[in-house]
């Protein structure tokens, strides 16, 4: 049976919870492949309930889902353990998510690297969210990770620890006059989230592939957006991780050969969080009106989000990197209101007109939009139950954006609800 992997396609908070939530009732398993509680998905239930997640899948909001936190996941556990805390409070069953044995701890010392580095960088700085995510994925990369299973042998995990404080220590004092963490107190701290966390753990890749063979249909969920991937992104200005359909199979242990579908994200607009080009970004009352409208404030960071007009060349390029089989076109509705609404079908870079995504950093950070002027519509849209109830110019607008990304929109999200997206063809 099939494992669908859903990718944000822009630069993340495209509302990629909205589409899992809409397909969590069709699916068994909801697995997140990588990133950390740096990224956040908004989900709104048929009650008008919202629910902000960070580290959790939105499929834990689905009755009879399974959830897995798969070994490609950074893992803040006092962060895992207050938002499950939360849910369960609010009456959501939470007994059905699994962690990755394999995935890696995010450390006090990797917060504490992450925000001092921030600082020192300046006006260079990256614009991460200071939450411990790239020094996390760096200590995995070198070798010198503490993983999910070490906390059940408190042996290796004290090894682990003390051969890790002895290099980050150094840094944090000699490099940046800031003070020694306290073996002992990292040590204690982290034994006792053994209690909450040891019985969801597990060989996830085996779970998954024994679902697959039981006939069980599974959804991939990454966090931010293709743009943000630490190869094929807008580097340096990226996440550490790899939210593309690439990842999917890497942070999950899945089989490429097992994911039948890649669904991308889409928002009708742009907006990006954090440092970084961004061709389309708008300075003015445009830009101002999509981040009222969108309420454009991101969930992890409480940052105001920087907007821009959809953005082709982004769009194009996103299809073509994850291969990407259906698209979600999200907040179609923010743009109602607007006499006519642009669409960036290009860029010209130093006045040469380039459709495709530039091959240097040097080249996009030269690029500004050439702008394609679409008639656009004042009925509000959030009562829409069909493709054909949407106004005449936001159907065209929308085919335009299909044709212009080269993949077909399947679903569009008319508003924030449960109820408010059109599909136009099944995405299972």
């Excluded at 919870?17 to 950390?36: F, I, N, S």
């Excluded at 008008?48 to 009755?63: D, R």
């Excluded at 490609?72 to 998510?97: H, K, N």
Aim: glycine share 12%; with cysteine; net charge negative.
């Amino acid at each position: 049976m099939p494992a669908i992997v859903l990718v944000g396609a822009q630069w993340g908070d495209e509302g990629k919870g909205k589409a899992t939530d809409l397909l969590g009732e069709q699916v068994q398993y909801v697995v997140r492949y990588q990133g950390g509680n740096n990224a956040g998905h908004t989900v709104v239930t048929p009650d008008g309930q919202h629910y902000a997640l960070h580290l959790l899948p939105s499929g834990i909001l689905t009755p009879g889902v399974t959830c897995v936190i798969g070994n490609g996941v950074v893992i803040d556990p006092q962060v895992l353990i207050g938002e499950l805390d939360a849910l369960e409070a609010r009456g959501v069953d939470t007994s059905r998510l699994v962690i990755s044995a394999d995935a890696h701890l995010i450390m006090p010392y990797h917060r504490a690297l992450d925000k001092v580095t921030e600082r020192y960088l300046g006006k260079s700085r990256i614009g991460t969210t200071g939450r411990g995510i790239g020094p996390a994925y760096g200590d995995k990369v070198a070798r010198m990770g503490i993983r999910v299973q070490d906390l059940l042998d408190p042996g290796i995990f004290r090894a682990k620890l003390e051969i890790a404080l002895r290099d980050k220590n150094q840094v944090l004092v000699k490099v940046y006059n800031r003070q020694a963490l306290e073996l002992e107190q990292i040590f204690t701290e982290y034994l006792g989230y053994v209690d909450r966390l040891a019985p969801r753990i597990a060989d996830t890749r085996l779970l998954l592939d024994r679902a697959l063979e039981d006939g069980a249909t599974l959804l991939l969920e990454g966090s931010q957006g293709t743009l943000l991937d630490v190869d094929h992104g807008t580097y340096p200005f990226v996440t550490s991780s790899s939210p593309t359909a690439g990842g999917a199979a890497a942070g999950s242990g899945i089989g490429p050969t097992r994911i039948t579908r890649v669904i991308g994200i889409l928002k009708a607009y742009t907006t990006r969080v954090g440092e970084g080009p961004f061709p389309t970004e708008l300075f003015d009352a445009n830009g101002e009106f999509l981040r009222k409208a969108g309420g454009e404030i991101g969930v992890t960071t409480g940052r105001l989000r920087r907007c821009g007009w959809f953005d082709a060349v982004i769009a194009r390029y996103a299809t073509r990197v994850n291969g990407l089989t259906d698209l979600f076109l999200t907040k179609l509705d923010v743009l109602s209101g607007l006499e006519r609404v642009p669409v960036c079908v290009a860029y010209d870079i130093d006045g040469e007109r380039v459709e495709e995504m530039p091959t240097t950093q040097t080249a996009l950070h030269h690029a500004t939009p050439v702008y394609e002027y679409l008639d656009g519509w004042f009925e509000p849209l959030d009562s829409a139950k069909t493709f054909a109830d949407l106004p005449a110019t936001a159907q065209a607008y929308v085919r335009r954006v299909e044709e212009l990304s080269k993949a077909p929109v399947s679903a569009i999200g008319v508003g924030p609800g449960r109820d408010q997206t059109l599909v136009l063809r099944d995405l299972v």
